[in-house]
T-cell receptor, first 117, second 114 residues
């Protein structure tokens, strides 16, 4: 298996531009998570999906952020308009959440490093 | 105060040293305790996980959980330069929305020098 695949790996954009990050989870994994990682705050959960349905988006910073999962093999995280404070590494992770597996071990992608100038 | 506290380091040790990495937490409901390792420019990957209190050993790595003190540790014996990475603790439970959502510490940067 190729693991969790994220694109782009690096994105440099100017303030005000729209940014779209993409994720392909591991086949058969039915839960997908978007995290943001910064030096100051560490890994923060933005949103997670279970069977393509958003379950908890309380971590999404504000209305400029949106996430979709149109099918089991694809998810997007969009920032519009982007701001310099959005600069971070964004990780997607998936897990075969079977409900009873409390450890809920996540497999992470390599991340998308976003720089907003 | 964050739910999970972890000293960011960096922690620098000589090759062969025993390394102790620690996290404290405030949520007594946490049931599962995990350690992830993250190399530079990579995503975190699971190293070990334990359920409730106790010890778990895997090769040079030992994870300890003390729920009464809300304190977890990861010990690395005979540390190697290849162990240089950021180590993140994570905890989960009880389920939210039907899933156990892990809460991560900020990570401790470990440098093992030859």
């Amino acid at each position: 298996d190729a693991g969790v695949i994220q694109s782009p790996r690096h994105e440099v954009t100017e303030m005000g531009q729209e940014v779209t990050l993409r994720c392909k989870p591991i086949s058969g994994h039915n839960s997908l998570f978007w995290y943001r990682q910064t030096m100051m705050r560490g890994l923060e959960l933005l949103i997670y999906f279970n069977n393509n349905v958003p379950i908890d988006d309380s971590g999404m910073p504000e209305d400029r952020f949106s996430a979709k999962m149109p099918n089991a093999s694809f998810s997007t995280l969009k920032i519009q308009p982007s701001e310099p404070r959005d600069s971070a590494v964004y990780f997607c992770a998936s897990t075969p959440d079977r409900g009873g597996s409390g450890a809920n071990v996540l497999t992470f992608g390599a991340g998308s490093r976003l720089t907003v100038l | 105060q964050k739910e999970v506290e972890q000293d960011p380091g960096p922690l620098s040790v000589p090759e062969g040293a025993i390394v102790s990495l620690n996290c404290t937490y405030s949520n007594s409901a946490f049931q599962y305790f995990m350690w992830y390792r993250q190399y530079s420019r990579k995503g975190p990957e699971l190293l070990m996980y334990t359920y409730s209190s106790g010890n778990k050993e895997d090769g040079r790595f030992t994870a300890q959980v003390d729920k009464s003190s809300k304190y977890i540790s990861l010990f690395i014996r005979d540390s190697q330069p290849s162990d240089s990475a950021t180590y993140l603790c994570a905890m989960s439970g009880p389920p939210s929305g039907g899933s156990y959502i892990p809460t991560f510490g900020r990570g401790t940067s470990l440098i093992v020098h030859p």
